[in-house]
């Protein structure tokens, strides 16, 4: 079960299991769900302007999860314009395989390329993430 | 139970499986365990050949019977019809109408039963454990035609309550039970026989939803004394794009069309069409031709086998599946019914459905993870997701305990 292993490496495993970024806010800025029709994976995003905080609420596989936790790392303390590029390169990096220096932790989830049917697990956070960016522009004036 | 005891079954497994060409196949370099089967089963070689064999030898256009190929076409066709009456020992042939799929014959039930038969007011009842083709037409016929859409709970055995119908029927105005015969996520079968007698005895109709319920065990229209059964073919070992409607006919006989064109018509003017009689007044356009007459070929096969085989090697695989399900620790088996088949539900301890589903299919085996059409009793069992296994046929006992093995392979994997 090599390629096992190279999908369900410790780093996600561990953020699956034991989240850091995982809270239901009570003050937030801007919030989104996110829900995957085919399998009932779940997300709620809650977004705080103030520090840019990404908090997650997430029912789902470990894929999901996990990917949502390392988003949030990734994506605090930088701007909506810098989550879109990150989103971007994460997009490219999980249908590719090929990691990013960029990307940090993220790069943990590339093994999905390998499979298919999950690459849309790993984006459902990035889904709900500019669902809450665009919902929060007008605000931002 | 090994696996070994199960291996003197009532009828040859090794011919069986030779039968299915696909079976052979090697995924990730394992041997394919395919037990996927209740979504959609694989296509035995007489299927596949006799599809081929209408491309090659024998097609034209039926219905418009005016020169030998079409004729030839048309009886081979209509052949089928005769085969899936005598299926569901149906008392005429001219009950049977062939739909794209079981979910397009509820359509058809609900589009033109629904608006002609019920009125404004009238309730129809449900049962928690619907396939959403089983509720979302009943939902779409409440939205535009004013009907009252009600739903039966289940048990937490998953059993059908009937304490919980008869209270929905307390009102006497539900006309119409719409319930399946097997549940695509519980695996056990509802008594459909005592669920007719209920709801005739109130007054309303039953329609079937046999998708499952035909696959594995000889479905008996008339014993049961449905008012509409429906069916796909692709479950029943079958090509895709078949299904059919069984409704009494009397029934039929007082339903408007479903869809308008060809070969549904008595006369057309440009004032007016007058329909033809059913079944051909719901067989609009061109159908499935060599798609319906692979489902004849299904059809043979599967009574060449016969059903009491069929049921008896799938009780043993499931006795055998619960059996080591039940033994690997952290995982729940979702409904604890007396009547059930082929069809096992699960979730584990720590791994996802999904990601359960992942790890197996690198292993070679193919399971089903989601809600299965079904989100609403997925909800009511309190999960989000979970992971079936089905059987078929050509299941072997040895692929159950290569189930196990996986399962307990990714037990260690989330286990730490």
């Known amino acids: ?141 | 139970m090994s696996a070994a005891a199960l291996t003197s079954m009532p009828f040859d497994i090794a011919q069986i499986r030779k039968d299915f060409p696909l079976l052979e196949q090697k995924v990730y370099g394992n041997n394919l365990v395919f037990l996927d089967s209740a979504a959609s089963a694989q296509k035995p070689r007489a299927v596949i050949e006799a599809m081929v064999h209408v491309m090659e030898a024998q097609y034209a256009n039926v219905h418009r019977g005016l020169h030998f190929m079409s004729e030839k076409t048309s009886d081979a066709y209509e052949a089928v019809r005769d085969k899936v009456a005598a299926l569901l020992n149906a008392t005429s042939r001219e009950e049977i109408v062939f739909t794209r799929n079981a979910t397009e014959a509820i359509n058809l039930v609900a589009y033109s039963y629904g608006r002609s038969a019920l009125r404004p007011g009238d309730a129809i009842v449900v049962s928690e454990m619907e396939h959403h083709a089983n509720l979302v037409p009943w939902q779409m016929l409440r939205d535009a035609h004013g009907v009252e859409l009600r739903v039966a709970k289940i048990t937490d055995a998953g059993e059908l309550d009937f304490e919980s119908l008869q209270a929905q029927f307390a009102d006497g105005r539900v006309k119409l039970l719409a319930v399946t015969h097997m549940s695509n996520v519980l695996g056990n079968y509802t008594p459909v026989e005592r669920l007719a007698a209920f709801a005739h005895e109130r007054g309303a109709k039953i329609l079937l939803d046999g998708a499952q319920a035909v696959v594995h065990r000889r479905v008996d229209v008339q014993a049961i004394d449905a008012d509409f059964y429906v069916f796909s073919g692709h479950k029943l070992y079958g090509p895709t794009g078949t299904g059919v409607l069984y409704a009494k006919a009397e029934l039929l006989e007082a339903m408007p069309p479903f869809l308008g064109g060809g070969d549904m018509i008595a006369s057309v003017s440009f004032a007016k069409s007058s329909w033809a009689k059913p079944p051909a007044r719901f067989e609009a356009g061109t159908p499935a031709i060599i798609e319906t007459i692979g489902l004849g070929a299904a059809i043979d096969y599967v009574r060449a086998i016969g059903f009491d085989a069929i049921a008896a090697h799938e009780r043993r695989l499931t006795d055998h599946a619960l059996n080591v399900l039940s033994n690997i620790e952290g995982l729940k088996i979702l409904g604890q019914a007396e009547d059930r088949g082929g069809v096992i539900s699960f979730v584990m301890k720590d791994a996802h459905a999904h990601d359960i589903a992942t790890l197996l299919d690198r292993q070679g085996i193919a399971v089903r993870a989601g809600h299965h059409c079904a989100e609403p009793l997925i909800g009511r069992l309190g999960v989000t997701s979970t992971a079936r296994a089905s059987f078929g046929l050509y299941t072997l006992p040895e692929e159950i305990d290569a189930l196990g093995v996986g399962l307990n392979r990714i037990k260690q994997v989330f286990g730490g």
């Open chain 1, 1 to 141: 079960m090599t390629d096992i292993a190279e999908l369900y490496q410790s780093l996600i495993m561990d953020r699956s299991r034991k989240p850091r970024f995982a809270e239901r806010l009570e003050c937030f800025d801007a919030e989104a769900k996110g829900e995957n029709p085919m399998c009932g994976d779940r997300i709620h995003l809650f977004l705080k302007r103030d520090g840019t905080q990404v908090r997650h609420d997430s029912h789902g596989c470990t894929i999901m999860t996990a990917s949502a936790d390392l988003m949030a790392e990734a994506v605090a303390h930088k701007t909506p314009t810098e989550y879109f590029v990150l989103r971007a390169a994460f997009e490219d990096m999980v249908n590719s395989g090929k990691p990013d220096p960029m990307l940090g932790n993220l790069n943990a989830l590339s093994g999905v390329s390998e499979y298919r049917s999950r690459i849309r697990c790993a984006m459902l956070p990035w889904s709900a993430l500019a669902q809450a960016v665009n919902q929060d522009e007008p605000k931002n004036g």
